[in-house]
């Protein structure tokens, strides 16, 4: 009896649990909006702002692109994985795919951190940093 219990407890509480706690993993609408660089560094140039905005615009459709890639692959490995049987051979090129993809998106996302770099001074860029490491703890303690 006690099995049966623990084992309709164990169901009930994976039935009942979200979607994106099952796969944490799975791509979803970002919920909150960051704040865009001109507003984390405030002494900035008209000119800066052109730069820096011509800077993120392209590399977010580029980032862009990429993580719809990702998502196509996520969505083709999760098809063979929810599959009966040994699907290695479809899955394993699938996360290389994957894998190639996140490289790409991390590489970048340091370029753009490297062209950002070029165009403010050393004390914007202090103060960038200062302020990236503040949202980062402000959003980590919202998670929380």
Known sequence: MKKIIIFLLVLSTYLLAPVHAQ???QE??????RPDITEMVGDLSAAQKGKLETITN???KRIETLRKQQKSVRDSIHRYMDMDGDQSKYLYPLFDREARIQTQISREMYVTKVHIDQVLTKEQRKELKENSKRQKKQRKGRRQ
């Open 58 to 60: 392209e590399s977010k």
């Open 23 to 25: 796969r944490p993993h």
């Open 28 to 33: 979803g609408p970002r919920h909150e909006k």
